[in-house]
């Protein structure tokens, strides 16, 4: 059974820093490994999507990789803006299952 | 608008009622997909269609669950019987087409049904 998990489940930074969040996941047979933001009492917007045969993806200020031979992804946010504050989800898929990870809550501080 | 839209957004409920959630995904999007977010907890998925065709229903909690999609466009998740413990955002997604090895997708979200289950 998928399991992901990521880490930190919290992080706070001041504006303008570059930070690095991190997903991993047990079953490395993935189709696709997704990164999404979510606003407080809204749904998902998805941020980047890797699919099984990249090593990254590259959106703006946010890149993100995938190494699926360690089972881990990591989203790269650079120059960071109040406007990024919002809990990010990474979820991996395979076959007929999504799983999500539990998010981390990114507060980035004027 | 283009976006996944649900209804109603906020739906408080007596105990055993049943209750009907809403999605209108993108149109020509093939692929819908149901998850639940319970307070503190993460995102569960529940349910998918393949066009009007939902091939596993095992995510569903209970068989007080059910899910159907009309003409490929419009679906309704349906809770019998509504317990305390069915309160959560029910969020609705779709995608242009359901993902395979090697195929790029991207699920779009609607803002979600708030449930509250008195």
């Known amino acids: 059974k998928q399991e992901v998990t990521q880490i930190p489940a919290a992080l706070s930074v001041p504006e303008g820093e570059n930070l690095v969040l991190n997903c991993s996941f047990t079953?490395?047979?993935?189709?696709?490994l997704q990164w999404f933001r979510q606003d407080p009492g809204k749904g998902l917007t998805s941020l980047l999507l890797?699919?099984?045969?990249?090593r990254e993806q590259t959106s703006g200020r946010l890149n993100a990789s995938l190494d699926k031979s360690s089972g881990r992804s990591t989203l790269y946010i650079a120059a960071s803006q109040p406007g990024d504050s919002a809990t990010y989800l990474c979820a991996a898929f395979r076959g007929q299952n999504f799983v999500f990870g539990p998010g981390t809550r990114l507060s980035v501080l004027p | 608008g283009a976006g996944v839209s649900q209804s109603p957004s906020n739906k408080v409920t007596e105990k055993g009622k049943d209750v009907e959630l809403r999605c209108d995904p993108i149109?020509?999007?093939?692929?819908l997909y149901w998850y639940r977010q319970s307070l503190g907890q993460g995102l569960e998925f529940l349910i998918y269609?393949?066009?009007?065709?939902?091939?596993?229903k095992s995510g569903l909690p209970s068989d007080r669950f059910s899910a159907e999609r009309t003409g490929g466009s419009v679906s309704t998740l349906t809770i019998q019987r509504t317990q305390q413990e069915d309160s959560a955002v029910y969020l609705c997604?779709?995608?242009?087409?359901?993902?395979?090895?090697?195929?790029?997708?991207?699920?779009?979200f609607g803002p979600g049904t708030r449930l509250t289950v008195t």
């Open positions: 997604a779709s995608s242009l087409v359901f993902p395979a090895s090697g195929s790029s997708y991207e699920q779009y």
């Open positions: 149109s020509g999007h093939t692929a």
């Open positions: 079953d490395s047979a993935i189709y696709n």
């Open positions: 890797i699919q099984s045969s990249q």
């Open positions: 269609f393949q066009g009007n065709s939902a091939p596993d």
